[in-house]
């Protein structure tokens, strides 16, 4: 993370309380992990009833982004804005969010095609792996630490999806072959991926090229990747000629045309609300956090399942779901370690600084006597 994030956060939050602060925190981590959940079980309710467009459920996951203009507009931004280094220019700008929005729509089509073929179980403990491609990404490109807690972080979540993939006796929908079972699977791990280095490339971009990462910053990179994404994902739709099959697809869906659409605006809306946490964190608290807890959240969606589509839990998926909470509980541990740290570093500081001023201070008092 840029330094700036840390310190402006700190500017705007500095008159809330204590309790007020965490009250922040738990409502933004509710909305993240709610979101996220919902989106994955209406994603597969999508399926499980009639749906097969892969391109439809990949652009309900960025369409509604206008939702986010909302908190955009509500929420001032820092008034030390003036203060920050000039921003790029239109071009340089245009060329990060069309890349990164470019490549959140392919990675949307991916997650798509790994839902189609596995069970939301499944899915998303395979996901869970994206919090070990993140620590590499993170490694390579924005200088994070490789400790030994983060190495076995990233060990612990490998076996976790390896478990998975080598499972023969998983669970995926019904008509699904085993071939189908491999593609979704390695969609999963491959959306898993290029998402974590997404992550990577958008924190590596508030650092190289946007030099500041408050609220309305991250928001608006979040609009208009989202922006670009939805444009690629209208195009790709209409290029594939599955817009043909939608007709079709509302009449013979299972629960009736109406839910059809609720489905589909319901699937958006969640996955903005999750969109509102994930920036609510990277503001209140850190990116990294927030990519922490959206991880995290991933293990409330199997049991979601269990509950909400009767997905079977057998042995292999219980170890491969405990693994996978080893491995959570690894690297929030490290993230524990490192602000620990950084708040020590940040109290010596001031107090050095303190320690300076009111030396300063007592010899301009024994001049002037």
């Given amino acids: 993370m840029s330094d700036d994030g840390p310190l402006t956060n700190e500017l705007h939050l500095s008159k809330l309380g204590r309790s007020q602060w ?13 979101g996220q959940a919902a989106a994955v079980l209406l994603g597969r309710f999508y399926y499980d009833q009639g749906g ?28 030390k804005a003036s203060a920050s280094p000039s921003p790029p220019s239109f071009r340089i700008l245009a060329s990060v969010y069309f890349f990164l929005g470019v490549l959140l729509a392919g990675d949307n ?38 400790t030994a807690l983060i190495l076995n972080s990233v060990v612990v979540l490998s076996l976790s999806a390896a478990l998975i993939g080598v499972n023969d006796h998983s669970e ?57 994404a939805t444009c690629v994902s209208v195009l790709a739709l209409f290029a594939s000629g599955e817009w043909k099959t939608l007709h079709g697809e ?8 109406a839910s ?14 999750c969109s ?27 049991v979601a399942s269990v509950i909400v589509f009767h997905d079977k839990m057998n042995g292999v998926k219980v170890i491969a779901m405990l693994l996978a909470l080893w491995g959570f509980a690894s690297y929030i541990y490290q993230n524990y370690l490192d602000d620990s740290k950084a708040r020590r570093m940040q109290r010596n500081v001031d107090g050095t600084r303190n320690d300076s ?13």
């Fill in 109 to 146: 089509m991916l997650y798509s095609t790994g839902l189609l073929y596995l069970s939301a179980s499944t899915y998303s403990l395979i996901c869970a792996t994206q919090l070990a491609f993140n620590a590499i990404f993170s490694y390579f490109l924005n200088s994070q630490k490789f």
């Fill in 52 to 79: 097969n467009s892969k391109w439809l459920a990949t652009l309900v996951q960025t369409a509604a982004f206008p939702i986010l203009f909302i908190p955009l507009y509500l929420i001032p931004s820092s008034q």
């Fill in 260 to 273: 059809y659409v609720l489905t589909l605006v319901f699937t958006a809306v969640c996955w903005q609300v």
């Fill in 276 to 302: 509102v946490g994930v920036v609510g964190l990277i503001f209140i608290v850190s990116s990294l956090f927030s990519n922490v807890i959206s991880t995290v959240g991933l293990a409330v969606t199997p």
């Fill in 172 to 228: 995926g929908p019904s008509g699904v072959s085993k071939w189908k079972y491999i593609i979704g699977f390695s969609c999963t791990l491959g959306a898993s991926a290029i998402y974590s280095l997404l992550l990577s490339l958008m924190q590596l971009s508030f650092q190289k090229v946007l030099k500041k990462e408050t609220f309305s910053v991250v928001l608006e990179m979040q609009i208009w990747t989202s922006l670009v």
């Fill in 357 to 369: 001023v009111c030396n300063v201070d007592e010899t301009r008092n024994d001049s002037v006597c």
């Fill in 250 to 257: 509302m009449e013979s869906f299972g629960e009736g045309r």
């Fill in 22 to 34: 965490w009250i922040l925190v738990l409502v933004n981590i509710f909305f993240l992990i709610a």
